[in-house]
């Protein structure tokens, strides 16, 4: 994440955490799993890009 950070993608990236992270605060576990392939999803093609 610090990577990201360095990158104009972040402040994006930042807003989805928070909302999914209020979205985890409301729902159950098995929501949260589904989330957290969101997450790590915008990492893993920025990753695939370079």
């Known amino acids: 994440l610090v990577e990201l950070d360095r990158d104009g993608a972040s402040d994006a990236h930042?807003?989805?955490?928070?909302?999914?992270?209020?979205e985890?605060?409301?729902?159950?576990?098995?929501?949260?799993?589904?989330?957290?392939i969101i997450l790590i999803a915008p990492f893993a093609a920025r990753t695939s890009k370079q």
């Open 14 to 22: 930042k807003r989805l955490v928070v909302t999914v992270t209020a």
């Open 24 to 36: 985890i605060k409301k729902s159950n576990h098995r929501v949260f799993r589904f989330q957290r």
